[in-house]
């Protein structure tokens, strides 16, 4: 978890992110700015993790299953 809110430019902790942004604003409703605090990031950073989450998950039709 504490990987997630760091600076680490590694591909699994930038998936991580990306699908906690996206899951932080698309199913609790988040505000963008919100998220980049606890995340120590820009609201821009959490709108492209957010683009990015979006497609990761995309690739998963059992994951948005779980979330319904």
Known sequence: AAQIASASLQRRVLRA???????AVHHLGLRLRTVARALGVSPQSVLRGVE?????????????????
């Open 17 to 23: 992110r990306a699908v906690v942004c996206y899951l």
């Open 52 to 68: 990015r989450g979006t497609r990761e998950i995309a690739g998963l039709e059992q994951f948005e299953d779980l979330l319904r």
